[in-house]
């Protein structure tokens, strides 16, 4: 029997209901960083990235309906999903994203990855990405891309603008280093050694990312990648910008949220951690709006959502 649910009209004029009232006054708390999530002009593009700890299991649905609301009330066009945790050869089509995001908007697109060579024989599965747009944006889009070795390290999509102007969001999961036979490091590591590639699954992570991006660059793409890539080995000031310095050089991007400020250190990104493990970056040439970072608990899971 399937769950039952209001029809999809009824669950587009909540969605319109909560698009029309104001930006929750408790947003504006200490604990933010960056700029204040304000009411978004027209013609600007609001990015959000957030990691809600997978979306399957007991908290599924309420995880799913503070995204949804938290997404609307924030004005939110490209949604962005890391962790969605999600074995997508197991969950029923009801619990997944294409349908659990109807009605949220008149329109929308979604894309997401996992992890395909590794079957847990249940819903639930370390990792996976996934972006959301809507409205206008979903209109715009036009083709997606997952990460190609099959790992669901990342996927993206095409949004085609004026004159052609043609941008790529990127939303990326880099596994932290971890033993645990079930791990999304472990499973990277073993289906990168059957394939004869032995270098850590991490650093062959950001090698295919970049080389990724500079094809897309090379067609004419302009990027914006957002991810949580699991930097908090990196636990100094120093150690960050070594880690950074010639990725970014040779990606020729730009850390979104530095933008605004000269801070040498930028905030925690996890509840738990004391240095920056998620990000936003664009390519020269897309002007970046303010951007911030919410206060943990604002969307479901222990790390801060960001957005731009």
Avoid at 149 to 171: D, E, M, P, V, Y
Avoid at 276 to 298: C, E
Wanted: glycine share 6%.
């Amino acid at each position: 029997m399937k769950p039952h649910e209001p029809p999809l009209d009824a669950r587009q004029g909540e969605a319109q209901k909560i698009s029309n009232n104001k930006i929750e006054q408790e947003l504006q708390s200490q604990d933010h960083s960056g700029h204040k999530i304000r009411k978004k002009k027209a013609n600007v593009m609001r990015i959000l990235m957030c990691n809600p700890n997978g979306l399957t299991g007991i908290g599924r649905s309420s995880k799913i309906n503070r995204i949804k609301y938290k997404s609307i009330s924030y004005q939110v066009d490209a949604l962005c999903i890391v962790e969605h945790g999600q074995n997508l050869k197991r969950t029923p089509i009801l619990h997944q994203l294409k349908h659990t995001t109807q009605g949220w908007w008149q329109n929308r697109r979604v894309c997401q990855a996992y992890n395909k060579h590794f079957d847990t024989g249940r819903a639930s599965q370390v990792g996976g990405v996934s972006i959301v747009l809507n409205n206008s944006l979903a209109h715009r889009s036009t083709t997606a891309h997952n990460d190609p070795t099959g790992l669901g390290r990342w996927t993206s999509i095409l949004i085609k603008g004026k004159q052609n102007f043609a941008t790529r969001i990127i939303c990326a999961y880099r596994p932290c280093k971890s033993s645990g036979p079930e791990t999304a490091y472990m499973q990277h590591a073993l289906y990168l050694h059957s394939i004869n590639r032995k270098s850590d699954p991490r650093k062959i992570f950001m090698e295919d990312l970049a080389n990724a991006i500079l094809e897309w660059q090379q067609a004419g793409e302009k990027i914006i990648l957002v991810g949580d890539f699991n930097t908090g080995d990196k636990r100094t000031i120093t150690s960050q910008k070594n880690f950074w310095h010639d990725w970014l050089k040779r990606t020729n991007l730009t850390e979104a949220h530095r933008i605004f400020t000269t801070a040498e250190e930028l905030t925690s990104t996890h509840e738990r951690g004391k240095t920056q493990i998620d990000y936003m970056f664009v390519s020269p040439g897309l002007t970046v709006r303010p951007a911030g970072f919410l206060p943990f608990a604002k969307f479901p899971g222990d790390h801060r959502a960001l957005w731009m």
